[in-house]
């Protein structure tokens, strides 16, 4: 297969499965063999500009011949549905974020993928591109901030208006979505804030609202305290009632900190080791020598979907590694579940956390918050390019 | 009483207290009449160089007609009944803080007060005097901000180390001090928190540890989520294990937000509303003007502690508005209570608490952790300058 390109099938032309068109269609690997929704208006606009073969049945594309990987782009309840059926019908399949909704699904579709090594399933993990998150995590791997004491992320830039939430029946409701801030706006930083830094909680303190600055059924805001289970403590902040809101990761260890805002990285490294310091200095008042350096890091060329999109058609055609396995698209995906559960419920959450637990408490969110969402749906023409977080 | 200095009694002749003297000496309007500790070394050396009048007990002191007002510097407990004796007993009080240990205990010195209108009753909320956070309050106040909708103050530059917590044995312990970071180093940030933007919280969800990089029994972290009654959110993240650790306190609202941080104020201040914008914007991703400013503040002369006690004196004698009057300083205890029982206990709590209610959960606390301390009581050289978090 070396020889040729991937032709993927592009199920969900809304917005983000519209982009992915055109970007593939211009990759070297791999091309658009087919496209596919539900809404034939929508499937028609996606193949016209290049004359694709066109579906309004994600089995038929499957099964017609015309494509070797699947990219689901659909609403959040599709991927794992339509990645089962792409992965026992041979193909790969490729999802965007979130992996699910909710955590059984996205195990049992980890599950199927196992069955099938030879072909790959991957995440829509275009943040893990962005050189700046690679450095930071390049760093902590390395040891340079030594063992982690506190991981605090206050992403509160994810301005989105009552409009934006008209611009879908589906928005912002749990039969639609399954949740608002934390699976729509998040799951790049959810799965960020485990995979810079390589470490899982095992325990989440939440406070969560529902519709606080939105006429929505769901949450826009939360607020977690994570707990790990080596003693290092974490924050999540985030709402899309802030503006312009701020995107601070900060991340402190024993040779200081790391603190990622404005697209930079600031290093604030001590010269001696924290704990050493803490437990043998003669001193009460110890004041440790640091240093801020500005860590530099190479820029990236494409954007962070292509980035990702053409490691996956490199890791079909050359076996080269995956920056986003599937496999790892539930750590984040359970973070957020946990988080969602105990900011609404007002209980702590222990991680690993039951499915079936959290799909019953999704069923009793629908039922108490169903209906609450006001807006009316309005057609507003969107610009995705707007939507993705600066870093 | 104008044509003559306020002759301080300074009882408590530790870390604090020992200095209080000499900057008192210095003053225009006042003076210190004589000085108190139970231990008899402590009050020698602090009378000595200006051959003070000397006390073991704070009762003849109080009694001994050399004194016009009471400045408290003992351990924490002792803070209310010698206040109360002081106020009692005709005299002014001025109160390290934290006022108490709880705030049954405060709310009893408050009524105490009350009775004694003429006389002054003061907190040594000297950060209040900090140009920084003043000018942060008179922005809130004059509306500059709108109104708030997240408040969040990451204050982990609190570095302690067990050389520390073994300068002192009460240091540390419950039947000490009656905490740790909260009661001891925060006391300053907790009032601050309700004084710079006017608000107290009605809920607060905590998680925090007891003796987590310290061998000691009180707690050494906590991270704190504050509901306030009007809708806004709050963060209160510190510790004293970490290093350099970060002190950034941030203000989010409907004109932008304020940061203060390194010493700076940054206002990024948006040209419009944001909950109009939120509401009326015809686009899904508004983006809003914002604008970064550097506020100016007018530098300070002379110390903190200096400035409040001066303040103290000028209120006595001229009627000046006290920048930390004493019925004010139940609000930040009461915060760090409530972070405290939350955090220790893991369960939300409503504020006002209930004083009896928040004076068992101490005693559990004593039950459950006394002893837990394994420092030995070191005599250390101490440097209070160095314990004043940079702001």
Redesign the interface.
Known sequence: MSDKKVRFGVVGLGNMGSGHVPSIMGMRDATVGAVCDVDPVKADRAAGPFNLPKFNNHREMIRSGLIDAVLVATPHYDHVPIAIDALEAGLHALVEKPIAVSVKAARQVIEVAKKFPNQKFGIMFNQRTNPMYKKMRDLILDGELGKI??V?W?I?DW??????YA?GGWRATWAGEGGGVLINQCPHNLDLIQWVTGMMPSRI???G?VG???PIEVED?M?A?L?YPD?A?G?F?T?T??????N?F?I?GDR??LIAEHGKITF?R?REN??E????????????E?WTIDIPYPRAEGGEHQRLTENFVSAILRGTPMLGPGVEGVNGLEIGNAMMMSGLT?K?VELPIDGDVYDAFLQDMAKKFGGRKTLDTKA?A??MN??FSKA
């Open positions: 004491s506190r605090t206050i509160t301005f989105r208006t009552w409009t934006y611009s303190t939440a406070v609202f606080k600055t939105h805001e607020s305290i707990e003693g403590i924050h902040i709402t009632g802030e503006a312009p809101g701020t601070r900060e402190a200081g900190k604030v001590t924290v704990t310091v803490n437990q043998k200095s003669p001193h009460s008042f110890a004041s440790i640091s007002r702590p507003v969107v610009d707007a939507s």
